[in-house]
């Protein structure tokens, strides 16, 4: 049995959606059951950019690569990921960043 991890969001009426553990978010998240969106896929537009509220353990850290795509839209917010890029291993609580790109 595939471990599941939860994904919850704050400020918004969505429920939790459960996603196997290390799943690409944007295969099991939608426009129906979760208020992220979804753009480029491979962690080059931002649209996915969020703020990690809350993780039942620690996230891995941001590639370099990732790193460099949050400098250009969070700089200043250790927080924000892009939700595209995160291989979860443990329940999170996520919003859609203020600063992502429509
Ligand atoms: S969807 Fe483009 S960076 Fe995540």
Known sequence: MTAACRVAFTGESHPAV?????????????????PLLFGCRTGVCGTCLVRVAATSAPLAPPSPEEREVLDLF????PAARLACQLELT????????PEAPT
């Open 90 to 97: 443990c329940d999170v609580t996520l919003d859609r960043h």
């Open 18 to 34: 459960a996603v196997p553990a290390r799943a690409r978010l944007f295969a099991h998240l939608t426009a129906v059951n979760s």
């Open 74 to 77: 969070a700089p200043d917010d």
